[in-house]
Each structure stands twice: as C-alpha cells, then as structure tokens.
C-alpha cells in the first residue's frame, strides 16, 4: 500500500466536500511536512500522512464525541489498517491532550491512544499544523494562534485550551525550526 497515496484519497472522501476549507488546511499542512524531510529521514512519509489525516474527525460522518482528534483516530483505528504510530499522532496532534482536558476526555484519550515517546515526530505534526493557515497557506506560529483565537471566544473551550497550549506550541514550532537549521548546516 502506498501510504501517501491512501491518505490523500482519505482525507479527500472525507473532507473535501464537505469541509473544502479543512481539506484545504490539511492538504497544506501535509505541504508543511514535505519540507521536513530532510529531519523525518524514514519517518518523512509517515508525516506527511499524519499531516494529510490530523483533521479527518472533523468529518461529519466521522464526528462521535465532537473531539476531532480523538474521532478521527478512532475512525483510523477501528476502519483501517493505519499503522499504530499514525493513529497515535493523529490523536495527539497539536497538544491535544491539553484540549481533551478542557472537553473531560484526557484520561479517554491518553487511554486509548498514548502519546508517542518519540517528540520529534510529534513536534513534526504540530510544526506542519501551527504554520499553516485554515486555508492552506504558510504562516508563522504566532499569527496562527491569533487567527484561531478570532474564530474562537476566548471563554469557549478551544479559547481556553490555545490559551493554555500557547506557549508549548511556540516552543515546539521554535525546536523544529532549529533542527532544520542543524540540517541544512
């Protein structure tokens, strides 16, 4: 199976009809992950398909518990043969488990999909998502976390939980940016 190619047609099914502005974040955000390459080494690809997939539980037809990484990686576990790590990166993408808190759903999701102990892929994943905008573009980890504050009341659980992400996402976009600079050295 080629990993790229089914979670480009996945994510596609699922999103590009009816989420055409999340279809085009992910597709943006999977862009991101080419550009890491040179750090993913045999990991590249398994990036690019967490990128590609890290919002399928935005899908309507997907959503159960309107956590979307905990309802898209159970869609991955449970209709897929979606290797462990991609599911448990898709699960815990972009600090989730801070958000899973705010919704009552950590020790759910910590139960079900624990976090990989390898921080440089998960670092990857939020790197991709946390400079990408909503509509696929690059951006810098700082106006990204303004926009998503302006679509979000700051009292409301999303508002709360980039509140308290905040400072872990800037520090994790900042430790990918730095490896990429020892890269091209």
């Known amino acids: 199976m080629d990993l790229t190619a089914w ?8 999103l590009a009809e009816p989420l055409p502005r999340r279809w ?3 597709q943006g955000v ?7 390459a040179s750090i993913l080494g045999d990991d590249a690809e398994l990036i690019w398909a967490a990128a590609m997939l ?3 539980g935005y899908a309507p037809s997907l959503v159960m518990t309107g956590f979307h990484p905990l309802d898209g990686a159970r869609y991955l576990r449970d209709s897929s043969a979606a290797d462990e790590r991609l599911v448990r990166l898709v699960a815990n993408h972009s600090c989730a488990l801070l958000e ?5 759903l950590r020790e759910e999701l910590e139960a079900e999909f624990p976090i990989l102990d390898n921080t440089g892929l998960v670092d990857a994943l939020a790197y991709c998502d946390m400079t ?6 690059s951006t810098t980890v700082e106006a990204r976390l303004a926009e998503i504050l302006t ?3 700051r009292d409301s659980i999303v508002g709360r939980f980039i509140r308290r ?8 976009v900042r430790r990918v940016e730095a490896r990429l600079l020892l890269a091209e050295r």
Do not use: F
Not at 7 to 14: F, I, K, P, T
Not at 100 to 104: I, L
């Open 54 to 56: 890290h919002d399928i």
């Open 30 to 36: 999977a862009e991101r992950a080419q550009c890491l």
């Open 24 to 26: 085009a974040h992910s």
């Open 165 to 172: 992400a905040d400072e872990e996402l800037r520090a994790t």
């Open 100 to 104: 899973a808190d705010e919704r009552g």
């Open 7 to 14: 979670a480009r047609d996945l994510a596609n099914s699922l």
């Open 132 to 137: 990408t905008t909503p509509d696929g573009t």
């Open 151 to 153: 679509r979000y009341d």
